[in-house]
């Protein structure tokens, strides 16, 4: 089944403890990418990827990193998280060859203390 | 970057067609136009894409004039289950994008 897959799902952690959330697509998707959604904000892109090796930011970076070091793997890293990163994160991939539907992940809901 | 306009909220009976019309002004030649449906803590789902003129698909419809400035969503005798959010997204394939806030539409017994 094609799919992208996140985890954790649920997460609560403590500011400045370092996370990783892990996303991996099996479509063989050239383009990944990281969004965070927030009430009243609508989805707002963190970071994106065009391919291996190939990353750059979307609208929100700070406080966030990413690296793509396989085609179907796309993590993101928070280095020390802070509260204002609380927030309900999704992945998502496409093939961005014409045709640009991304498939989204179930998302990751993170609380930071 | 194609920046969008939809409204924020729109209220429907069930069983009536709904439109849901966005506004990108500034959308660029290669460009497609795609609308995805969220439904609370759940990753946005793919409903429909177009270039120009009309696609229509099992679930809906979407109508972009030629000058592509704009799009309209339609969703024809709408049920309890398509209340969700709707967004409209222009986008060129490797790119950064934007989602607007999208519209929420709230379908009424």
């Known amino acids: 089944e094609a799919q992208v897959t996140q985890n954790p799902r649920y997460l609560i952690t403590v500011t400045g403890k370092k996370l990783t959330v892990t996303c991996s697509q099996n479509m063989n998707h050239e383009y990944m990418s990281w969004y965070r959604q927030d009430p009243g904000l609508g989805l707002r892109q963190i970071y994106y990827s065009m391919n291996v090796e190939v990353t750059d930011k979307g609208d929100v970076p700070e406080g966030y990193k990413v690296s793509r070091k396989e085609k179907r793997n796309f993590p993101l890293i928070l280095e020390s998280p802070s509260p204002n990163q609380t927030s309900l994160y999704f992945c998502?991939?496409?093939?961005?060859?014409?045709?640009?539907?991304?498939?989204f992940g179930p998302g990751t809901r993170l609380t930071v203390t | 970057l194609a920046k969008t306009t939809q409204p924020i909220s729109m209220d429907s009976y069930e069983g009536q067609e709904v439109n849901i019309t966005c506004s990108h002004n500034?959308?660029?030649?290669?460009?497609?136009i795609t609308w995805y449906q969220q439904f609370p803590s759940q990753g946005p789902r793919f409903i429909i894409q177009?270039?120009?003129t009309k696609v229509t698909n099992e679930v809906a419809s979407l109508f972009i004039p030629a000058d592509r400035k704009s799009s309209t969503l339609s969703l024809p005798r709408v049920s309890l289950s398509d209340t969700a959010v709707y967004y409209c997204l222009p986008s060129g394939g490797y790119q950064k994008v934007t989602f607007g806030t999208g519209t929420k539409l709230q379908v009424i017994p």
């Open positions: 177009g270039y120009k």
């Open positions: 998502a991939s496409s093939d961005g060859q014409g045709t640009v539907e991304q498939y």
């Open positions: 500034n959308i660029a030649t290669n460009d497609y």
